[in-house]
């Protein structure tokens, strides 16, 4: 596959409903021998919890100049599991599951896919033109 937005993630953007800058954005490293990706997936609970690798905590330093996604890198503390292959961001409501919006997959990536060791694991955004993903 490639990297991908989400029809949920462009769709909350464009009706105002998602907030790069405000709202609480997330990263979880999946492993893909637990989760089969599905275009129908819009919300975090569609990511079974036998793919979720790790999950950071929220993202700080994010812009969206030019309708471009940032944010400072992201390290994942003391992460164990099985190889993992992809990465998902998505919006945590702090509500229910069902509306934690997905945003975007990453699976087309330095260091990916990765195997855990118990260490740390951080993730690197890209600092060419497009960084995180743009609109």
């Known amino acids: 596959m490639a990297n991908l937005l989400y029809d949920a993630g462009r769709e909350a953007f464009l ?3 998602l907030d790069w800058a405000a709202d609480t954005i997330k990263v979880t490293l999946l492993d893909t021998s ?3 990706y599905s275009s129908a997936h819009d919300f975090y609970n569609d990511i079974t ?9 929220a993202f700080v330093g ?18 164990s599991g099985s190889v993992s292959e992809n990465l998902i961001i998505w919006e945590d409501d702090a509500s229910a ?22 260490g740390d694991i951080t993730i690197t ?10 609109l």
């Open 34 to 36: 637990g989760y089969v």
């Open 62 to 79: 994010k812009t969206s100049t030019d309708g471009t996604a940032d944010a400072s890198d992201v390290t994942l503390s003391a992460v």
């Open 15 to 17: 009706d105002g409903n």
């Open 97 to 118: 599951s069902d509306s934690d919006r997905l945003i975007a997959r990453i699976d087309t990536a330095t260091g990916l896919a990765v195997t855990p060791n118990g």
């Open 125 to 134: 955004w890209d600092s060419g033109a497009n960084k995180i993903f743009t």
């Open 49 to 57: 919890v036998a793919g979720r690798t790790s999950e950071s905590g």
